[in-house]
């Protein structure tokens, strides 16, 4: 099975696909002629698009290119390791091309899960890359957390912080208010398809951030845990409280929300200072790569809210320059499939 989840200008226009351009992988769902279109400076991600959808799909495919080694390095500073190659193809997947068709792959490792399907948004390659973030952070969970509600709920903050919230129609956490706030903290429900549990989740890490856990440190206590782990486990691992005491906190920290849960972030996780890589000291070298990249987006034209999101990745990636790289273990392949919340089955 599959898992989903449901600009700038281009300066140079691809060439037409030749010989030497590399065999696109299987894909989990497409079918149709893959356009070679470009592999990013690093050489870990190889892009693809569906040529009938002319150039609006192909503009999302080379912006994908010219962002993809800012989405992996920070990708690798969420996991403190450093992940192996990937194909993606952009097409019109559950034949949307705004984003909301999701994303999609078969496993959660860089061995079964290297073959990535992004939908198309024509106008808006912000989502295209914020959907390539959220299946490729479930290929850095090294097999464990497929297709279950906690590593659903961390693919999608994952796709949030280092996608600049490019993704926020596809919030959850408002399901799971409007129906009643069912506790899935004290248990992990068994896929990644269904609002209340992952809203659960959305809310509750939301939380987590709010009170100074960074997101790097939640992904990695996440995968550590495993697909039994609960919420409730990693509260207690991240704070040292007992794990009893994680939903009577968080529901007393939900009733307390002035406005109560309107969107997947309702505490400002995002905004909290942790997220910008859990560092007190802004050191020479990383003032340095900011303001290169900075000067590199300039150049490049590339929009505000792209520089901005390229700026928070290298802070986020800071404090993983510890990374190594660990053998993918591959997971039996359950749903990987993003989608937003009046798509998913």
């Given amino acids: 099975m599959q898992h989903p989840i449901k600009a700038t200008s281009i300066g140079k226009k691809p060439a037409a696909a030749v010989g030497d351009n590399p065999v696109p992988p299987q894909w989990p769902s497409y079918t149709g002629n893959s356009q070679f279109v470009g592999t990013n400076p690093s050489g870990r991600v190889t892009v693809y698009v569906d040529p009938t959808l002319g150039q609006p799909a192909l503009q999302n495919a080379q912006d994908l290119v010219n962002d993809a080694d800012r989405v992996v390095t920070a990708n690798d500073g969420l996991f403190a390791s450093v992940g192996g190659p990937v194909s993606i193809i952009v097409f019109a997947l559950g034949g949307m091309t705004d984003g909301t068709g999701g994303a999609d792959h078969m496993g959660c490792d860089y061995t079964s899960g290297a073959a990535i399907e992004v939908c198309a948004s024509f106008g808006t390659s912000a989502r295209v890359s914020a959907l390539f973030e959220a299946e490729l952070s479930e290929c850095s969970m090294g097999g464990n957390l497929c297709g279950v509600s906690t590593g659903e709920a961390l693919s999608r903050w994952c796709a949030t912080v280092i996608g600049n919230n490019a993704l926020s129609d596809f919030a959850t956490a408002p399901q799971w208010a409007q129906d009643g706030m069912p506790d899935f903290v004290n248990q992990t429900a068994a896929t990644d398809q269904n609002a209340d549990s992952t809203g659960c989740g959305m809310a509750f890490l939301s939380w987590l951030m709010s009170q100074g856990h960074g997101l790097d ?35 007393a920290a939900v009733g307390a929300l002035p406005n109560g849960v309107t969107n997947d972030d309702p505490f400002g996780g995002a905004a909290h200072p942790a997220q910008l890589a859990h560092t007190t000291l802004f050191t020479a070298a990383l003032a340095g790569k900011v303001f290169s990249a900075i000067l590199t987006d300039i150049a490049a034209g590339r929009a505000a809210h792209q520089m901005v999101a390229g700026v928070r990745a290298i802070l986020v990636a800071a404090p993983a320059a510890k990374a190594a790289g660990a053998a993918a273990t591959v997971c039996t392949p359950k749903s990987r499939r993003l989608l937003p919340p009046d798509k998913a089955a």
């Fill in 217 to 251: 440190q939640i992904a990695q206590a996440m995968v550590s845990l495993g697909d039994t782990g609960t919420l409730a486990q990693l509260y207690a691992n991240l704070t040292s409280d007992a794990a009893s005491n994680a939903w009577p906190s968080f529901q």
